[in-house]
């Protein structure tokens, strides 16, 4: 077992308006995350936010598979009903031909309502949508002409090109019961960031499901994702890093507003001792590196499967010096006992 790394976003920092630095920093991240050893890097998608939440994850993931050579790349996630399913089947395709098949397809079902509206999606609908993607996509990816008549889509009857040179995977991400009974059912597995019990709660719909249609549930790739803050002491990784963590949250309660919104990027505001109260015990495994694995560990061996982990271990707010001795910390003190 191994431990990923993400979640990538291209935001920038509170006051700033170099995306060119946060991009530049995106890929080097990612570099860097191939050269100490991580197994996978994710990115992650949202659309009109002030401090430019990463909009285009197949273009990016396009320039990480050109800046790398071994790491996997993820979406985590592509917000798939704001995307016309024969796009999203070309782009997977073709970020899988530049990657030589190290691209992974994260889809999840957005929540936003300003970025449905303004790409003329309908949230109502959302749940048929990814119910028909996940339809059309592996036949788009077969090369070979296919229609698809549904309540959300039509196709005429077409071929997609290019094919892939083999399978793209597919995970579902979200915490809602029917989009996991829906990844038993039509992706290879999910991308989860829901806390611990209630992930323990996602294994036995995902475990029951796939008795239910007779899959073996050992078939299906399961990630878990969570914030790890590597420290002496719990308390020295909250003083070091939990000002970044609260306003990676705080953003995303920010991001309706921030679509009407000009300037730079603010701040977030002061966090309530409710609020941090809330983000502590939700959010993030913090302290030694031997109790970050301990967690981890005790994780996998509740949820009786093979459970991977990535560390959402970039805060856009981390300058790039500190952002790298996160990741080492990481790297050298917590994958090797995975």
């Given at each position: 077992m191994s431990l990923g790394f993400g979640l990538l976003t291209g935001q920038i920092r509170p006051g700033e308006d170099?995306?060119?630095?946060?991009?530049?920093?995106?890929?080097?991240?990612?570099?860097?995350?191939?050269?100490?050893?991580?197994?996978?890097?994710?990115?992650?998608?949202?659309?009109?936010?002030?401090?430019?939440?990463?909009?285009?994850?197949?273009?990016?993931?396009?320039?990480?598979?050109?800046?790398?050579?071994?790491?996997?790349?993820?979406?985590?996630?592509?917000?798939?009903?704001?995307?016309?399913?024969?796009?999203?089947?070309?782009?997977?395709?073709?970020?899988?031909?530049?990657?030589?098949?190290?691209?992974?397809?994260?889809?999840?079902?957005?929540?936003?309502?300003?970025?449905?509206?303004?790409?003329?999606?309908?949230?109502?609908?959302?749940g048929r949508a990814m119910e028909e993607i996940l339809q059309i996509l592996p036949r788009a990816w077969s090369g070979e002409p296919f229609r698809h008549e549904g309540s959300v889509y039509s196709l005429p009857e077409l071929a997609v090109r290019p094919k892939p040179s083999?399978?793209?995977?597919?995970?579902?991400?979200?915490?809602?019961?029917?989009?996991?009974?829906?990844?038993?059912?039509?992706?290879?597995?999910?991308?989860?960031?829901?806390?611990?019990?209630?992930?323990?709660?996602?294994?036995?719909?995902?475990?029951?499901?796939?008795?239910?249609?007779?899959?073996?549930?050992?078939?299906m790739r399961i990630v878990h994702y969570s914030v790890m803050l590597p420290a002496a002491s719990s308390e020295q990784a909250w003083e070091r890093y939990g000002d970044h963590l609260w306003h990676m949250r705080w953003k995303y309660s920010d991001m309706a507003a921030s679509a009407r919104r000009s300037g730079p990027p603010p701040a977030a505001p002061a966090p309530t001792d409710e609020q941090l109260s809330k983000v502590a015990s939700r959010e993030a495994i913090a302290g030694s590196a031997e109790v970050i694995v301990e967690k981890l560990l005790d994780v996998r061996q509740r949820a009786g499967v093979d459970v991977e982990f990535v560390a959402r271990g970039y805060f856009s707010t981390l300058e790039y010096g500190a952002q790298l001795e996160l990741m080492q910390q990481l790297a050298e003190e917590v994958a090797p006992h995975l």
């Amino acid at each position: 077992m191994s431990l990923g790394f993400g979640l990538l976003t291209g935001q920038i920092r509170p006051g700033e308006d170099d995306w060119q630095r946060a991009y530049d920093e995106t890929i080097a991240v990612a570099r860097e995350a191939e050269r100490l050893g991580f197994s996978s890097v994710w990115t992650s998608e949202h659309h009109f936010v002030d401090d430019g939440y990463m909009p285009s994850l197949a273009v990016v993931s396009g320039a990480l598979a050109a800046a790398t050579s071994t790491i996997e790349i993820g979406t985590g996630v592509i917000l798939a009903p704001l995307h016309h399913p024969l796009r999203l089947a070309e782009d997977a395709a073709t970020v899988s031909l530049l990657s030589h098949g190290r691209f992974t397809l994260g889809l999840g079902l957005g929540w936003v309502d300003i970025e449905f509206e303004a790409f003329g999606a309908d949230i109502s609908r959302r749940g048929r949508a990814m119910e028909e993607i996940l339809q059309i996509l592996p036949r788009a990816w077969s090369g070979e002409p296919f229609r698809h008549e549904g309540s959300v889509y039509s196709l005429p009857e077409l071929a997609v090109r290019p094919k892939p040179s083999g399978h793209i995977p597919i995970l579902i991400g979200g915490g809602a019961e029917p989009a996991i009974r829906r990844a038993a059912r039509l992706a290879d597995g999910i991308f989860s960031n829901a806390p611990a019990h209630r992930f323990l709660e996602q294994v036995e719909w995902l475990r029951d499901e796939c008795e239910k249609i007779g899959r073996d549930l050992s078939e299906m790739r399961i990630v878990h994702y969570s914030v790890m803050l590597p420290a002496a002491s719990s308390e020295q990784a909250w003083e070091r890093y939990g000002d970044h963590l609260w306003h990676m949250r705080w953003k995303y309660s920010d991001m309706a507003a921030s679509a009407r919104r000009s300037g730079p990027p603010p701040a977030a505001p002061a966090p309530t001792d409710e609020q941090l109260s809330k983000v502590a015990s939700r959010e993030a495994i913090a302290g030694s590196a031997e109790v970050i694995v301990e967690k981890l560990l005790d994780v996998r061996q509740r949820a009786g499967v093979d459970v991977e982990f990535v560390a959402r271990g970039y805060f856009s707010t981390l300058e790039y010096g500190a952002q790298l001795e996160l990741m080492q910390q990481l790297a050298e003190e917590v994958a090797p006992h995975l």
